[in-house]
């Protein structure tokens, strides 16, 4: 095999994150939805990156909306993951390469919320040899940090490992560092064929 180690992102890679699709979920018209997206989502690399806390950010964005959205605002800080659904065929894809010898691990920025609560809702988790949330280490892709982080914490050596991932910029970081990638698409045969697998 040409690598030994296949870094994975969470978000679009091992499961769908949609903005829209989770926080339709929660309200059902147009006004609110606006409302309750500005709200949520502009603080939303911060809570990745880790430079502000989950709780602080819920309660503070709780207290500046309207009385009648504030319950369904803490019903999405508490409950939100619930509405990443799995890419069953990445995870597919995942057992095969541990089938075939490949140790796997995860590189993600997300939330130290997400972070306490991913392996619960998403068992495919428990499989990868090493787990690497951004929130909990104040560092974010594409930091170089955060994939020097990696490597270290696991002794991984970047030109045996192969990143995917949604975001150009976050594969250009592995690249610079030593470690190859594609930007992940969906399409599992053309992540196949660039690993040799």
Known sequence: ????????????????FDANYILN???????DFQILTDAIF???PALDAG?????????????????????TARNFYD???????????TWDFIHELKVAGYSIYLLS?????????????????NEFDGIV???????????PAIYRYLFDTYQ???????????????????QALGMNGIIFTGDIPAVKKAIGF
């Open 1 to 16: 095999m040409n690598y030994k180690n296949i870094i994975f992102d969470f978000g679009n890679v091992v499961g769908s």
């Open 25 to 31: 979920h929660y309200v059902d018209n147009k006004k």
């Open 42 to 44: 502009h603080n939303w």
């Open 51 to 71: 430079t502000v806390d989950y709780d602080q950010v819920a309660e503070e964005t709780i207290a500046i909306l309207p009385a009648r959205l504030k319950t």
């Open 79 to 89: 409950n939100w993951f619930q509405y990443v659904n799995p890419l069953s065929d």
């Open 109 to 125: 920025n997300a939330s130290t919320r997400f972070a306490e609560v991913a392996k619960q809702y998403y068992s495919i988790l």
């Open 133 to 143: 949330f951004s929130a909990p280490l104040k560092l974010a892709k594409p930091d």
């Open 156 to 174: 991984l050596k970047p030109e045996e490992c192969f990143f995917l991932d949604d975001l150009a910029e976050n594969i250009a970081a592995g």
